[in-house]
């Protein structure tokens, strides 16, 4: 009877949506959230079948160290756009009629991407927000930057339906009494964007300063995070978070799914929820073997999320690093 209840409410629903709403009307729970996302439209059905989707679980005793991963290379070009409220996420896209591209190579891309937006998730509460989890670990937020192959197609409509046509690079934030420098340049709009539909241009923005200070990634073959879940996505999770300050954190809180005169809830908790694995393969440039051995005592600094001794895994308190660490035992 819940499942034949459900099914209704779902078919009035989608003919109450309407074909064109569908990009609107999605969200992050209810009737609309997740798990209904691969039935609200034809074109999205990899949000339920799919067997390569976005976020996972990165398990640091399952990842493979890979020689031939090179560093991720980001042009030193400075973008400008315009910061959107969608009342799903907080989007940054760039200017379409921007002349210098930043451009994104090396790591595991076998082609040239050309950056395009980025989406901000977070968490109402501070144990929650990150869409990818370190060994059950949620950071408070993370910020997607997203690119299509450019070697390939022509734009991101074009990339999103093809194979190796995204690239999605995650950097995990946490919180800190020293900000990113780059990041304040967003996080000092976030008044103009309170509610749904609100935007405001971001001007000179630097990619290669928004990344922490780290060459060390992991990577893995998945899929956009957000319907239609399409699996052409290259996903390079850095090992090392970028910083948000309290303060910038409660202004990002206060901001709304709906409009002023309808607020709803806040924009925060918009994370899809973890996916299978499904065997895949989640490699990395960090040489575990040579750390633990100490071949390389420099590398251990750059070893980012550790679990303790009692193989709980949990946040340690690093002044140095300022976050968790990693590294396999």
Request: charged letters at 20%; one cysteine or more; glycine letters at 8%.
């Amino acid at each position: 009877m819940r499942s034949t209840t459900c099914v209704l409410l779902l078919a009035t629903f989608f003919l109450y949506v309407g074909c064109d709403n569908w990009q609107e009307w999605w969200t992050y729970d209810g009737i609309s959230g997740p798990g209904y996302w691969g039935l609200m439209n034809p074109q999205w059905n990899m949000c339920s079948k799919g067997r390569r989707q976005s976020p996972i679980n990165v398990e640091p005793d399952k990842l493979l160290f890979d020689p031939f991963l090179r560093h991720i290379h980001l042009d030193k070009h400075k973008v400008s756009g315009m910061l959107h409220n969608t009342g799903q996420s907080l989007v940054f896209r760039v200017d379409k009629d921007t002349k210098q591209h930043v451009n994104i190579s090396g790591g595991p891309l076998a082609y040239r991407y050309q950056f395009e937006e980025i989406y901000i998730h977070y968490g109402i509460e501070n144990r929650q927000g990150s869409e990818h989890h370190i060994q059950g670990y949620s950071f408070p937020g993370e910020i997607q930057l997203y690119g299509f192959n450019k070697e390939l197609y022509h734009n991101m409509s074009e990339a999103q339906h093809k194979a190796q046509g995204i690239v999605a690079i995650s950097l995990m934030v946490q919180i800190g009494d020293t900000p990113n420098p780059e990041l304040r340049i967003i996080t000092s709009t976030f008044n103009k964007v309170q509610y749904k539909g609100a935007s405001t241009p971001i001007k000179h923005l630097s990619l290669r300063s928004l990344l922490p200070d780290t060459e060390h990634f992991m990577t893995y073959e998945g899929s956009t995070t957000h319907p239609g879940c399409w699996e052409t996505t290259v996903w390079v999770i850095l090992n090392k978070p970028i910083y948000i300050t309290k303060h910038e954190l409660y202004a990002l809180r206060k901001l709304m799914q709906g409009s002023e005169d309808a607020p709803k809830a806040p924009l925060g908790n918009n994370a899809r929820p973890l996916q299978p694995l499904h065997h895949r393969t989640v490699r990395t440039n960090i040489n575990f073997q040579n750390t633990q051995n100490n071949n390389c005592p420099s590398m251990y600094k750059e070893m980012y999320y550790k679990g303790n001794n009692a193989n709980k895994w949990s946040p340690v308190d690093v002044k140095e690093v300022g976050t968790l660490q990693f590294s396999l035992h």
